[in-house]
């Protein structure tokens, strides 16, 4: 048994020690270019929505996805707004002790159909919520200063203007409020990033995302104070509570 154990150990290690370098073996992208036009990203979402579901519960179970899913929404209070909602995986989550109302939106129609859809089934939430197609990164109908909470799961991989959607979800944010944010993106880990870079249309083709941006670089630059944070996943997954920045002042 001991030989068995040492034997797998060794492979995993050798196997790890592989993808380390071959992640530096990749060179350096000319440039941060996205060549993936939006079109094709919506196009993606629209194709996948009904089957997303599907193709991810499993990763996000064994990957811890879905706690870190679980713990951000319980933290969620009063009026939600939550931005590219998708099929409406975080709605289960929300605490109807704490929470009024969740005002959730998505981009993709095909998304919001799978979400309504959910919202009449147990996979559902007790607490008040209504889903529209909506753009986070022009959210005309929100007015300032209006909500509680502003949730985004994995979405400033998709748009256009990251930067622009978290200004707009500061925007809408009132003076104590929050932003809660998990997303992937590049590491520290160069090794890694390279790996990233070099599946990054590849990737935004097939799921519609880039998941090789700078998170933290997105969120100082849209000038949110980030108040906690933690990385997972060799520092690829971001899990962060951010406030408007005039909330310090």
Not at 178 to 184: C, G, M, T
Request: glycine share 8%; proline share 2%.
């Amino acid at each position: 048994m001991l030989r068995v154990v040492a034997s797998a150990s060794a492979t995993a290690v050798a196997c790890a020690g592989a993808v380390v370098g071959y992640g530096y073996a990749l060179p350096p992208r000319a440039c941060a270019c996205e060549t993936v036009s939006a079109r094709a990203r919506e196009a993606a979402y629209e194709r996948e929505a009904a089957s997303f579901d599907d193709a991810v519960a499993s990763s996000e179970y064994w990957s811890g996805i879905e706690r870190m899913r679980a713990r951000l929404v319980y933290a969620a209070r009063g009026e939600v707004l939550e931005v590219a909602c998708g099929t409406g995986r975080n709605f289960k989550y929300y605490d109807p002790t704490k929470v009024v109302g969740v005002r959730a939106m998505d981009a993709s129609a095909n998304m919001v159909a799978e979400a309504s859809r959910k919202l009449r089934t147990s996979q559902g939430t007790t607490v008040a919520t209504t889903v529209t197609r909506g753009d986070a990164q022009a959210m005309r109908k929100v007015k300032s200063g209006t909500m509680d909470t502003v949730v985004d799961t994995f979405g400033l991989c998709s748009y256009d203007d990251p930067v622009g959607a978290l200004r707009e979800m500061a925007r809408v944010t009132k003076r104590n409020g929050r932003v809660l944010l998990i997303e992937h993106g590049r590491s520290d880990y160069r090794w890694l990033s390279n790996i990233l870079d070099h599946f990054a249309d590849a990737h935004a083709k097939r799921w519609g995302c880039y998941w090789n941006r700078d998170i933290l670089a997105l969120v100082e630059d849209a000038g949110l104070e980030v108040t906690e944070k933690t990385s997972h996943h060799l520092g690829t997954t971001f899990v962060i509570e951010a406030k408007p920045r005039a909330a310090s002042t």
